[in-house]
């Protein structure tokens, strides 16, 4: 019994090893976090907004705190502010109101980062302030913006099984990857960007991402088959876009992880890297459907 024990031991380490986190830790939170989501989004919908809120405010001020770290000035309060007012926007008014609390965001940002500068006693470069303010503006764009489509989905009829599908495949998209990149491994897909991405973990992905998205649309969704077979690989692509835009910023921020809130994730913005741009394909795909009220 205990060198039975010893050696799961010595291959759940070996695992850690290969996969750079703990993988006890990351399962167990992903199934609270994952309990979590799915009962906002079974039972009664309104309640997604609140753990949307959550999600976008934390990922928000991991980024701006990791930007400011590296030297960029970004304003976190009227980030903040932001995140917390486009989520309740995009559910309630939808994309008109999705707009304007961008607008009105990005305008606030501005300014405050404008007055913050002018009334500093060591006035920045004209030229720092404006990377700032792109600085900024990119999370706002980024993490705000594109995290708003899941709940502007939510919003729309029958939207919860929409919101549940895409993120199901997404997760799909990421086992896939893991599972085969763990095993067959050997080819890197961008070894600049993301070293522990290989073509192998990507041909994974992509097998999984045809088969969970035909079963998807078939008993989730009450699309045909071949819509699944559109929507997993249009899924694939975004969330490895999704991933590597995340690996290229904290390459070039220096930093392994975000933060370290997450017990085996990370942070936050670690976990939804790749569900962000998904968001925005899935509403995109929801509005080219044949059930789609939007027509």
């Known amino acids: 019994m205990r060198e039975q024990r010893d050696k799961l031991r010595a291959r759940n380490d070996a695992i850690n090893a290969r996969s750079g986190r703990n993988l006890a830790f990351a399962v167990l939170f992903g199934v609270v976090l994952g309990g979590l989501l799915l009962s906002s ?51 309630f008014l939808e994309v008109v109101g999705q707009w304007i609390a961008l607008l009105v965001g990005v305008l606030v940002v501005t300014l405050w980062r404008l007055v913050e500068a002018s009334v500093s006693r060591d006035r920045p470069p004209r030229k720092a302030v404006w990377a700032d303010f792109l600085a900024a503006a990119l999370i706002l764009i980024y993490v705000s913006y594109l995290g708003s489509f899941t709940v502007l989905l939510t919003a729309q009829e029958d939207g919860q099984w929409w919101v549940l599908g895409f993120l199901i495949i997404v997760v799909a998209v990421d086992v896939g990857a893991y599972v085969f990149g763990l095993n067959f491994g050997k080819h890197k897909l961008a070894p600049k960007i993301s070293p522990g991405k290989t073509w192998e973990g990507f041909a994974g992905a992509a097998l999984t991402s045809v088969v969970v998205g ?6 989730l969704l009450d699309q045909q088959w071949w819509f ?43 976990r939804i890297d790749s569900i962000l741009p998904s968001g925005a394909m899935a509403f995109a795909l929801y509005f080219w459907s044949a059930d789609s009220t939007l027509w």
């Open 228 to 270: 699944g077979l559109i929507m997993g690989p249009l899924l694939l692509i975004t969330a490895t876009a999704g991933d590597l835009t995340e690996s290229m910023i904290k390459r070039d921020l220096k930093i392994k992880d975000m933060s370290s809130w997450l017990p085996g994730h990370g942070g936050f913005f670690d």
């Open 41 to 91: 989004l079974i039972f009664i919908k309104e309640l997604f907004i609140p753990f949307a809120i959550a999600m976008v405010v934390f990922a928000t001020i991991e980024l701006a705190s990791a930007m400011r770290g590296a030297g960029r000035d970004v304003p976190r309060i009227p980030l903040v502010a932001a995140a917390v007012a486009i989520i309740p926007a995009a559910y």
């Open 214 to 219: 035909i079963l998807v649309s078939l008993f």
